[in-house]
């Protein structure tokens, strides 16, 4: 499966912008979708996932009420909303697909594949 992540750009704080990750070479239907991002000097981390049974959605602490993580399965493309955009969510933004357990869902090492990444950039 190849993920191809789009939609990055530069915003003001207080922004909004609309992240898109599109599947191609099989279905994102079974696996769990997930968005991670990575800031300069900074470790990989979670921002948000949504299972793929049940749909049961997590998201960062830093990024709860703000973002919102959704899927389109009939277009196997995966969307990550960010509203309220703040200068500390500057970093490069991947999408990741896996089977994690529950409880394993911020993990980087649970997803088998990962988009090339996008990069949003935050200005105050």
């Known amino acids: 499966v190849q993920l191809q992540a789009s939609g990055g750009g530069l915003v003001q704080v207080g922004g909004s912008l609309r992240l898109s990750c599109a599947a191609s070479?099989?279905?994102?239907?079974?696996?769990?979708t997930s968005w991670f991002r990575q800031a300069p000097g900074k470790e990989r981390e979670f921002v948000a996932g949504r299972r793929w049974s049940g749909g049961a959605t997590y998201y960062a602490d830093s990024v709860k009420g703000r973002f919102t993580i959704s899927k389109d399965n009939a277009k196997d493309t995966m969307f990550l909303q960010m509203d309220s955009l703040k200068s500390d969510d500057t970093a490069v933004y991947y999408c990741?697909?896996?089977?994690?357990?529950?409880?394993?869902?911020?993990?980087?090492?649970?997803?088998?594949?990962w988009g090339q990444g996008t990069q949003v950039t935050v200005s105050s």
């Open positions: 990741a697909i896996g089977r994690p357990p529950s409880g394993l869902i911020r993990s980087t090492e649970m997803y088998y594949y």
């Open positions: 070479g099989g279905t994102l239907s079974s696996y769990t």
